[in-house]
């Protein structure tokens, strides 16, 4: 079964740094796109960033763009968030997922906690 295990997660001031990892496992995730997505308290799960597995092409929510950036490790199936410029509205978890094929991100990890203090 497709296993994600998001760690790296914390809390750090404002305009720090943060990397988050997702560990993949349970297929060989050759196409795969991988992405990252939070969610804030009294708010909707939003996209982050995304990228495709072998191909390793980010894209970016406005929101983090030149800030955030994906990558990846095919050998170690595993994927990173590196967070740079941290603000306070960037407070949320993070979680890891998987689109298998096109489509929908359709498997998630447990999110792992990000907070920004002002």
């Known amino acids: 079964q497709v296993q994600l295990v998001e760690s790296g997660g914390g809390l750090v001031q404002a305009g720090g740094s943060l990397r988050l990892s997702c560990a993949a496992s349970?297929?060989?995730?050759?196409?795969?796109?991988m992405g990252w997505f939070r969610q804030a308290p009294g708010k909707e799960r939003e996209f982050v960033a995304g990228?495709?597995?072998?191909?390793?092409?980010?894209y970016y929510a406005d929101s983090v763009q030149g800030r955030f950036t994906i990558s990846r490790d095919n050998a170690k199936n595993m994927v990173y968030l590196q967070m740079n410029t941290l603000k306070p509205e960037d407070t949320a978890v993070y979680y890891c997922?998987?689109?298998?094929?096109?489509?929908?991100?359709?498997?998630w990890g447990q999110g792992t906690q990000v907070t920004v203090s002002s």
């Open positions: 349970g297929r060989t995730f050759t196409n795969d796109a």
């Open positions: 997922a998987v689109r298998i094929g096109m489509g929908s991100y359709n498997y």
């Open positions: 990228i495709n597995w072998s191909g390793g092409h980010g």
